[in-house]
């Protein structure tokens, strides 16, 4: 009863909204562990969101119930200058605070099969910036009119199997259930150009569209030595269907998917206080029409080869430190580093995603209580990055740029 309570209040919470974007729009870490460690949690067992990390680590993680929550603060800003017939101007995004929920339960069938879920959140796309004023008037930066921004969230249900195959390897499976809602706004100039859009009316300005998704991430765990742990995982794209409000704007008449991604990782015990982690992460954004298509392409928007965000394929490295100060207080700290996946050409469209941080650092701790309970905290800052380029018209020159600070909390309950 306990679970079937809190799993309600996840699902709810996360249709709040989420707004992460540090590794592109996918967060740095899932599960605040992790996230004490940028993010290396490949081949780590000691919570229960392996449905985000690695399946297999079910299988070690033992019975419990993870519930955590972000207090997420991106700063987003995009800037224009010599522009002819767009206006010039800065303008700071004014969503700046978000509560990002995730959850993990695991249950010990036996000694080598258990079986839990993982509740989590991706975005990244959730920017609201306000009319210029002034000269401008009611006119914002890409040219329409009144607030411009966009509002995406997603989240990820994933029930996980996990199976010893031997007393030290393990097995894992996650079907991955997506549910995703967009909306956006302030951008009559691209609904009004004529034959900028395959739809016209499905670019702006429609409320929110949702859709469901579905995918797969599969992973394995094996402790090669009793102090040197390997993992891997891979998860497929996520299909979704379309945005029907925005066929208009997305390639593929509305489509929004997933892309594909997978992440290898090694943790080794140095010494029985002293942990190190190292996480390596691809994610192929070139899957996914929508976001991977250069935004010069030649074509109407919500056309198959329609323009997108054109981001690229990132890497992304994972560092983490674990230090077992007392049998109370564990210590961590990390760094994340990935590749940027906007290029100066794409600039102008991602005014409304400016996913271009690159650099995060990170700290956290655990405390176990009396009752083997644990409190865990984690902080993370992100590193102010920008990308300047050209006007997709050819007419001025534009910035965006980037940085975050979160904050989050989670409380563990071994069962």
Do not use: C
Not at 74 to 85: D, F, K, L, Y
Not at 116 to 126: A, D, E, L, P
Not at 354 to 373: C, I, K, R
Request: cysteine-free.
């Amino acid at each position: 009863m306990k679970f079937t309570r809190v799993f309600a209040f996840m699902a709810l919470a996360g249709l709040a909204g989420s707004a992460y974007a540090t590794d592109g729009y996918f967060s740095h870490g899932y599960g605040m562990k992790a996230k004490g460690m940028g993010g290396a949690a490949t081949a780590s067992s000691d919570d229960a969101f392996f449905g985000a990390n690695n399946p297999a680590a079910a299988a070690f993680a033992g019975n419990r119930l993870d519930l955590g929550a972000d207090l997420f603060s991106p700063r987003r800003e995009a800037s224009r200058s010599g522009a002819m017939m767009f206006p010039n101007g800065t303008s700071d995004s004014e969503s700046k605070y978000f509560v990002i929920p995730e959850l993990g339960y695991n249950h010990m069938v036996n000694n080598d099969l258990a079986l839990g879920v993982t509740v989590y959140g991706n975005g990244g796309m959730n920017t609201n910036y306000k009319a210029l004023g002034g000269a401008y008037g009611n006119a914002n930066l890409l040219g329409g009119q009144g607030k411009l921004g966009v509002d995406l969230m997603q989240l990820v249900v994933a029930p996980t199997a996990a199976f010893k195959v031997a007393p030290n390897h393990s097995i894992g499976v996650s079907p991955l259930i997506g549910y995703q809602r967009f909306k956006a706004y302030g951008l009559q100039a691209f609904q009004m150009t004529p034959g900028m859009s395959s739809d016209p009316a499905s670019v702006t300005n429609n409320g929110y569209d949702d859709s469901f998704g579905y995918g797969v991430r599969i992973g394995y765990m094996g402790k090669l030595t009793p102090t040197f742990t390997v993992g891997a995982a891979y998860a497929s794209k996520m299909n979704f269907d379309e945005f029907s409000k925005y066929k208009g704007l997305f390639a593929e008449q509305g489509g929004f998917d997933i892309p594909e991604n997978y992440n290898l990782g090694v943790a080794w015990n140095v010494t029985p206080t002293v942990k190190l982690a190292l996480d390596y992460q691809r994610i192929n954004y070139s899957g996914v029409k929508s976001i991977n298509n250069p935004s010069t392409n030649l074509a109407q928007l919500g056309a198959d080869n329609g323009p997108g965000f054109g981001w690229r394929d990132v890497d992304v490295w994972k560092l983490g430190v674990e230090y077992k100060y007392s049998q109370q207080w564990t210590l961590r700290a990390g760094y994340n580093h990935t590749d940027n996946p906007i290029q100066a050409r794409d600039v102008t469209f991602n005014i409304l995603a400016p996913g271009v941080v690159q650099d995060h650092a990170t700290l956290g701790f655990t405390y176990t209580l009396a009752s083997g309970n644990e409190l865990t905290m984690a902080y993370v800052h992100a590193f102010k990055n920008d990308v300047t380029g050209t006007n997709i018209f050819g007419d001025g020159t534009e910035k965006i740029q980037m940085y975050q600070n979160s904050l989050g909390v989670q409380y563990s309950w071994k069962m």
